[in-house]
């Protein structure tokens, strides 16, 4: 009897995590789905901003080899590219060979602490009507008055910073599923059919807003050595050291909308 309770504790306990496991996946989803005032825009922007597209790059069977020997995570995709540009034959010949090749200081991996979106993160329009005057309703859609270039960036200074913002977009994007880019452009007379209603006796706002998603975490740097004793290649990372780095990743092609009425100017 015991043991059967012992056995129904466990499989309760399971069931819990499981459960608590997927209502977190679930509210996570949430946190990054777009709210119903986000349009995306990519139709009608006057501006033909180009598909950002940053896949992860696969490592070569020689690369895959190397990295495994490593005993700090390899992500770099500019780092993998290098190697797998890099070929050491081996031969019968090499076995008295030793020597190790420096290839410089990387940043090696970039690991997320927290990726959260900021849906006003710049107003970039205001279409406005002044309807006090009126006995009826008055119908505005937004137009996009003057072109606009929403550009992200790091928040610090930070060596080698290309590298770190490929990594923490790839990172931002696979974990959003939102079409990122450290910049966006809202080109003039880009348009949107839906339309606000402005009340008789009202002056009514239209605010346009860039989204963006602010990415934390943590990038690591070392030096990075490969070592070749006779037929055995390997990575070694010396002086490893990490820094807490922050970024904004705008939206692309995407604008948050907010409709205001008021009996005043604003």
Same mark, same amino acid.
């Given at each position: ?134 006995? @009826?309703?008055? =119908?505005?859609?937004? !137009?996009?008055?003057?072109?606009? #270039?929403?550009? +992200?960036? $790091?928040? %610090?200074?930070? *060596? ?27 080109? @003039?007379?880009? =348009?949107?059919?839906? !339309?606000?209603?402005?009340?008789? #006796?009202?002056? +009514?706002? $239209?605010? %346009?807003?860039? *989204? ?55």
């Amino acid at each position: 009897m015991k043991v059967y309770r012992i056995v129904l504790i466990t499989f309760f306990l399971s069931l819990f995590t499981v459960t608590a496991a997927e209502a977190a996946k679930k509210s996570d989803n949430r946190h990054y789905q777009m709210p119903s005032s986000v349009m995306n825009i990519a139709k009608e922007n006057t501006y033909p901003n180009p598909t950002q597209d940053l896949p992860s790059l696969q490592p070569s069977e020689f690369t895959k080899d190397l990295l495994s020997t490593s005993k700090v995570k390899i992500e770099n995709p500019d780092l993998i590219r290098m190697l797998n540009e890099t070929s050491i034959n081996k031969t019968p010949f090499a076995i008295g060979l030793r020597a190790t090749i420096y290839l410089g200081e990387w940043p090696l991996n970039y690991e997320s602490s927290e990726t959260v979106p900021n849906w006003e993160y710049q107003k970039i329009n205001t279409n406005y009507f002044d309807n006090r005057g009126g006995n @009826a309703n008055y =119908k505005i859609h937004y !137009v996009q008055e003057m072109q606009k #270039q929403i550009k +992200g960036g $790091l928040t %610090a200074k930070i *060596p080698h910073a290309d590298d770190v913002q490929k990594m923490m977009m790839l990172t931002a994007a696979q974990k959003t599923k939102l079409p990122l880019s450290f910049s966006t452009t809202i080109g @003039a007379g880009t =348009k949107k059919s839906q !339309v606000y209603n402005i009340p008789a #006796q009202r002056l +009514g706002y $239209l605010y %346009a807003y860039a *989204p963006a998603v602010n990415e934390k975490g943590k990038v690591t740097y070392g030096e990075v050595f490969i070592v070749l004793k006779g037929m055995k290649r390997s990575i070694v990372v010396k002086n490893v050291t990490s820094q807490g780095i922050g970024a904004w990743i705008p939206i692309q092609d995407h604008v948050t909308f907010a409709f205001v009425t008021s009996s005043e100017p604003k």
